[in-house]
Nanobody, 116 residues
Framework: QVRLVESGGGSVQAGGSLRLSCAASGTFYVYSFMTWYRQAPGKQRDLVAQIAPGGIVSYTDAVKGRFTISRDDAKNTAYLQMTALTPDDTGVYYC??????????WGQGTQVTVSS
C-alpha cells in the first residue's frame, strides 16, 4: 500500500521561507515522479513543481526562481524548498507520486499560510 506523508507547512510572513517534505512508502520510490500541487481557497488544484526519476525538474512560472524541488531516494522523500513567499502562495500543498505503472497517489496535504 502506497502512503505519502507530508510535513513542513505552517504560517509565515511574506518574504519568509518554508520547506515541505513528502515521505513515501510502499513503492519503488526511485522510479517515481514526484509532484507538488497547491490548492488555494476556492480554486482548483494546480501543479507547482515536479521532479522525475534521475532528477529532471520543472516548475510553474509563478514559482520559478523561488521554489526548489528535490528528492532523496535513499530516504524515499521529496522536498519543496520555498523562499520569498507571498500571500499568493497560500494554500494546501499536496504531494503526488506517479509510479512506474502510471498509478497516482496523493498525500493528505499540508497548509501553508503567508501573511502580508
Amino acid at each position: 500500500q502506497v502512503r505519502l506523508v507530508e510535513s513542513g507547512g505552517g504560517s509565515v510572513q511574506a518574504g519568509g521561507s518554508l520547506r515541505l517534505s513528502c515521505a513515501a512508502s510502499g513503492t519503488f520510490y526511485v522510479y517515481s515522479f514526484m509532484t507538488w500541487y497547491r490548492q488555494a481557497p476556492g480554486k482548483q488544484r494546480d501543479l507547482v513543481a515536479q521532479i522525475a526519476p534521475g532528477g529532471i525538474v520543472s516548475y510553474t512560472d509563478a514559482v520559478k526562481g523561488r521554489f526548489t524541488i528535490s528528492r532523496d531516494d535513499a530516504k524515499n522523500t521529496a522536498y519543496l524548498q520555498m523562499t520569498a513567499l507571498t500571500p499568493d502562495d497560500t494554500g494546501v500543498y499536496y504531494c503526488h507520486l506517479s509510479d512506474r505503472r502510471g498509478l497516482g497517489y496523493w498525500g493528505q496535504g499540508t497548509q501553508v499560510t503567508v501573511s502580508s
